[in-house]
């Protein structure tokens, strides 16, 4: 209906906790969608696959000469962050969103 159009999901997949760029989960912090220090390689004496942040962030961004500002009081948005354990090469990135 017409209230859908004014619903935003974003779905972020990170392939690899140790190859994510800086710059790229520093915005993601800002935007309140990840937080550092939570993820865990293993629980239970299970190694974790990947780990799954979600958050509706009235944060937004511009970009202006490469700098990234963050800007507050936007449409809200619906952040799906996906960060993967361990880097396997992207090939399979794109059904972690779908399943």
Do not use: W
């Amino acid at each position: 209906g017409a209230r859908m159009r004014k619903k935003i999901v974003v779905c972020v997949v990170s392939d690899g906790r140790a190859k994510i760029n800086p710059r790229t989960r520093a915005l993601l912090a800002g935007m309140g969608v990840y937080q550092e220090g939570i993820a865990k390689q293993q629980v239970n004496n299970k190694d974790v696959t990947a780990h799954i942040y979600e958050y509706t962030s009235q944060v937004g961004m511009t970009i202006k000469n490469d700098v990234v500002s963050l800007v507050p009081k936007q449409q809200p948005v619906q952040m799906l962050f996906c960060l993967k354990e361990k880097n396997q090469k992207k090939i399979n990135s794109h059904t972690d969103g779908s399943s």
